[in-house]
């Protein structure tokens, strides 16, 4: 169309970009430990939420409330965690701080609030030597007091600490659009998947096409040196590694425009479009994919075509922000302690990193 306005990155390239909002981690990468929390925390007043739950091994709080037939239509914050189903205890404590700061559902009474904290989870227990060591309350404390509007840390941090995609080091990705509307949607994801984020055939990620402008350009094709040592190196380890295992891929997707409740539960619909479009295979009965979609209502409602551009951006936000979390993320290695020896995408395709620039 003449004189139209290419989609762009954010200035941040993450969910932040949504005006608003704010994302705290808490790491827990001390010996015996590989989980953390990572918290979105919506504006004081509070965001409609939406919720789609794909995989056939979920673990969630607080989503049949995000239910459109029901009465609550705002929610002050989303939890992701590691810990399994243990982990959605760190939800617990972004409940204590926002109620301490007088942000919630409100009960009638001045100071009387009930916050809105849904929450999913995915699974690391044992990765860091200890299967014990799993988020708690205080880790959700944590995550929300270090929240910022700032920027995003990426990687193997939060709830992406002790993640793993395929056979590579799992993480937490952020990626965001301005669409021609002026509209902001943006994806945060922590990558934890049974499927691989990668072409075993090339080890290019399946979605690095997704990428704005030159956002990507600098991922290189490996050597086939590389993709050879690769390929000997998963021949070699233990069975057990290849065990698919409990995993999971947990998200946020975001936007600053006005959405109903059941327009927030369809854009995350949608949103798993993106998950299929990097991971491979994805929504197995050993992941529990669920994203969430939160809406601030700072700019108006979309028709039902801007309705589709904006929801179709959110499942390409969703699949460039798993592309951001695969190369943001550095390699670990716990098998002293018990726990997991896992590469991060770089360090396993040096010849692609060389031609980042």
Not at 154 to 159: M, P, Y
């Amino acid at each position: 169309m003449s004189g139209a306005v290419a989609p762009r990155a954010g200035p941040t390239n993450s969910i932040v970009d949504v005006a608003g909002l704010r994302v705290g981690h808490c790491t827990r990468d001390e010996p015996g430990w590989l989980t953390g929390v990572t918290v979105v925390l919506a504006p004081p007043g509070g965001a409609v939420g939406g919720v789609d739950v794909r995989g056939g091994g979920p673990g969630t709080r607080e989503t049949d409330l995000l239910n459109p037939r029901n009465l609550v239509d705002r929610v002050h914050a989303v939890v992701l965690g590691g810990g399994s189903a243990f982990g959605l205890a760190a939800a617990d404590g972004v409940m204590d701080a926002l109620a301490h700061d007088g942000v919630g559902w409100p009960m009638g009474e001045p100071g009387h609030v009930v916050p809105i904290v849904p929450a999913a989870i995915l699974f690391d227990l044992g990765r860091g030597g200890t299967w014990g060591h799993r988020p708690r309350a205080e880790d959700g404390r944590a995550a929300y007091a270090s929240a910022s509007a700032d920027t995003v840390e990426q990687g193997s941090v939060g709830a992406g600490t002790g993640a793993k995609v395929g056979g590579f080091k799992g993480g937490v990705g952020s990626a965001s659009v301005v669409l021609e509307s002026g509209a902001t949607v943006a994806a945060l994801v922590a990558v934890n998947a049974v499927g691989s984020a990668v072409d075993p055939a090339t080890g290019v990620p399946y979605a690095v096409g997704l990428g704005l402008g030159d956002e990507l350009a600098h991922v290189g094709r490996p050597s086939a040196t590389d993709l050879e040592a690769a390929r000997t190196l998963a021949e070699a380890a233990p069975a057990s590694a290849g065990r698919p295992g409990l995993a999971t891929t947990i998200g946020v997707i975001a936007t600053d425009a006005t959405l109903t409740k059941a327009q927030c539960q369809k854009a995350s619909g949608v949103g798993h479009d993106g998950l299929a479009r990097a991971l491979k295979p994805v929504h197995t009965l050993f992941d529990g994919d669920t994203l969430f979609t939160l809406a601030t209502g700072e700019r108006p409602a979309p028709d039902p075509v801007e309705q589709t551009l904006l929801m179709e951006a959110g499942a390409d936000c969703v699949a460039r922000a798993i592309v951001h979390a695969l190369l943001a993320a550095t390699s670990v290695d716990r098998s002293a302690d018990g726990g997991l020896r896992l590469r991060s995408w770089s360090d396993a395709f040096p010849s692609a990193v060389s031609r980042q620039g």
